[in-house]
């Protein structure tokens, strides 16, 4: 399986553990000792936590693929821009449904909301009467 992130030995990975109660999640920096077809591995490579998927970069995936310890990323700044990121997400989803659009919904016309959705990955014909 060919990995879209290029991993290679000597590349470092910043972990983040599922977050198991409140307060920062568990974090920690590894270097990559060596790759595979599927995985990376760092330490021994011995311990499901100590194997990173190359598809997703989860790590700790057990066994059955079921469950996981959590998520690797690129570098700590990956991680962040990707909080950052989901947090304004939230905030523009909970501002959405908050307000009431009737009069800038008028100015819009449907190619502007087509083109919005595309940006958000959305197809047409999912928004188009068929």
């Known amino acids: 399986m060919a990995s ?7 590349d470092t990975l910043f972990l983040v553990w599922n977050k198991q109660y409140s307060g920062p999640a568990k974090t920690k920096t590894v270097t990559i000792t060596r790759v ?10 011995r311990s499901t936590d100590e194997i990173v998927s190359l598809e997703d970069l989860r790590f700790g ?8 310890s ?3 990323y ?6 962040a821009r990707y909080v950052e990121r ?12 908050a307000r009431d659009f009737t009069r ?9 909301i087509v ?5 958000l990955g959305i197809p047409a014909e999912k928004i188009l009467n068929s």
Do not use: C, D
């Not at 995936?61 to 996981?68: I, S, T």
């Not at 083109?115 to 940006?119: I, N, Y």
């Open 4 to 10: 879209k992130h290029n991993l290679k030995a000597g």
């Open 36 to 45: 595979g077809r599927a995985y990376a591995y760092w330490g021994l490579g």
């Open 61 to 68: 995936v057990g066994g059955n693929g079921y469950g996981y």
């Open 70 to 72: 959590g998520q690797a």
């Open 74 to 79: 690129l570098s700590e700044e990956h991680y």
């Open 86 to 97: 989901n947090q304004a997400w939230r905030k523009f989803v909970a501002e959405i449904e």
């Open 104 to 112: 800038a919904l008028e100015a819009l016309t449907v190619e502007n």
């Open 115 to 119: 083109a919005a959705a595309a940006q």
